[in-house]
């Protein structure tokens, strides 16, 4: 598989060699949404949560007398019925929302989105990217020259000047390999990756 060089104007000007098992890989939709999926459910905190009726606070007092009313018997204002009352089954933070992935599969999943996204022209290699000074416009300006939006970068080797300088923008996103995840790498219009980033890419996904 052969991906485009781009120059800093965003202009193809070579084709850069990279392996068939990461970058050329039949699409497999079943598989890219378990792996999406499961990376979801794996970030999902959980810890949000509910009362049942023994836990509010409320009275145990009868609310009103029995018979005579007119009002359907009640015992207490706690009650699942009532509003204001416990739940009958409460969510809970100790739930697990996790998913199983065995890593063959993640592996096989990530080659997936990288090859559809080799064949899409949403992918794209660089010879390196910096800044020379952690200055938010001086990158914004380097990603409108190249006619860039929203785009991920996948760099070998974060240094600090390009990691101040990403983080205010709000539809860039640089990381490392070993830190690229499956719904990043569906999210942005474009993937921009360093030559020495599709080595490391190779090792762990070929």
């Given at each position: 598989m052969q991906l485009e060089l781009l120059n800093e104007q965003g202009q193809a000007t070579a084709k850069v060699d990279a392996p068939d098992a990461v970058f050329a890989r039949d699409y497999n939709?079943?598989?890219v949404h378990q792996v999406v999926v499961a990376f979801q459910a794996n970030a999902r905190q959980g810890t949000r949560a509910q009362l049942t009726r023994a836990e509010v606070r409320h009275s145990t007092k009868k609310p009103f007398r029995q018979k005579g009313t007119g009002n359907a018997r009640a015992g207490m204002t706690s009650s699942p019925l009532w509003r204001g009352g416990g739940r009958i089954f409460p969510n809970k933070p100790d739930e697990n929302f996790s998913h199983k992935l065995n890593k063959k599969m993640y592996r096989a999943g990530m080659a997936t989105i990288l090859s559809q996204l080799a064949r899409d022209g949403r992918l794209a290699v660089v010879d390196s990217l910096s800044v020379d000074a952690p200055k938010t416009k001086l990158l914004a300006a380097k990603f409108k020259a190249m006619g860039l939006q929203s785009v991920l970068v996948?760099?070998?080797?974060?240094?600090?000047?390009?990691a101040l300088a990403a983080r205010n923008l709000p539809n860039v996103l640089v990381?490392?390999?070993r830190y690229a995840d499956p719904l990043s790498l569906i999210h942005f219009k474009k993937v921009l990756v360093t030559k020495a980033a599709v080595e490391q890419l190779k090792?762990?996904?070929?």
């Open positions: 939709e079943a598989l996948i760099t070998d080797a974060l240094d600090e000047n390009l990381v490392e390999p090792e762990m996904f070929a």
